[in-house]
């Protein structure tokens, strides 16, 4: 699944495609991919500019107007791709907005697990999804973030993986960033120093940084609004090498589950408690 900074590549790309352009038609191929009546959803984004294209957490929103938001949960398989003419739908296209330019923006998910919706204002402060996010870790200072967990007794990556704990982080930059600060996965911030938990949020805005600098991660199916690959995963220094060995003492990376996610790290460099 796209995380915060693939969503974030995804969204500069099309704000510079798309924002103070027009919306003409939609054509709907798959109304699954809708969260609600299709027909409501073609009427309110026909005809309407884009005014701005920005992220939230792991949704990309696009701001038609000053009360209406065309949102995309991209969840395992989504992308938004821009085109500059139109363009015949593919085996996974499941929408294409026409753009008054002769262009359009194509939804392409292969699994069908992706989300899109047309919200007015009350609305999206009303899905319960929305309203329970947590702050954005680019946006908060990391002493803030840590002392929003500071003191519990769950176990930091799954605080970490919790969106209403922390916005827009999934299974990749939780463990890059635990890694990086020396926190074994199953730590509990209750076991932690004020100074760990704080390294740890620093460490997670440079890596988030970092992997947005490097266009994000591309393993299975991420490319960016022009269909281009990330190239971050070749800075991975832990996730997804279990047995390989730990460049800073040598041992061999361990692996577990942890809140039902796989979870990688080195025994040695990674610790339980201060």
Not at 139 to 155: F, H, M, Q, S, Y
Not at 234 to 261: I, M, W
Request: with cysteine.
């Amino acid at each position: 699944m796209p995380e915060l900074p693939e969503v974030e590549v995804i969204s500069r790309g099309l704000a510079k495609f798309l924002e103070n352009k027009t919306i003409e038609s939609v054509k709907i191929y798959n109304h699954g991919s809708i969260k609600m009546p299709w027909h409501v959803f073609a009427s309110r984004v026909a005809g309407k500019p884009i005014k701005r294209v920005r992220r939230r957490a792991k949704l990309l929103i696009m701001d038609l107007g000053d009360d209406l938001h065309l949102i995309f949960h991209l969840k395992m398989t989504g992308r938004v791709i821009t085109h500059e003419t139109m363009v015949d739908p593919q085996k996974h296209t499941r929408l294409i907005f026409g753009l008054t330019d002769g262009g359009c923006i194509e939804f392409h998910d292969t699994r069908k697990f992706g989300e899109v919706r047309v919200l007015m204002d009350e609305e999206l402060e009303d899905w319960d999804f929305y309203r329970n996010l947590g702050p954005e870790p680019l946006e908060t200072d990391p002493e803030e973030l840590a002392a929003i967990v500071a003191g519990k007794k769950a176990r930091i990556k799954s605080l970490l993986l919790n969106q209403s704990v922390v916005a827009g982080i999934g299974n990749i930059y939780a463990d890059e960033s635990l890694f990086r600060s020396g926190i074994h996965p199953t730590a509990k911030p209750c076991d932690l120093s004020k100074e760990s938990l704080v390294k740890l949020f620093v460490e997670l805005q440079k890596v988030l940084k970092q992997s947005i600098r490097e266009n994000g991660s591309s393993i299975r199916d991420y490319v960016d609004s022009g269909g281009d690959a990330g190239s971050f995963q070749n800075s991975f220094q832990v996730y997804g090498k279990k047995g390989e060995l730990c460049p800073c003492c040598g041992e061999h990376f361990d692996c577990s589950t942890v809140a039902g996610r796989t979870s990688t790290y080195c025994n040695k460099c990674q610790k339980l408690h201060d």
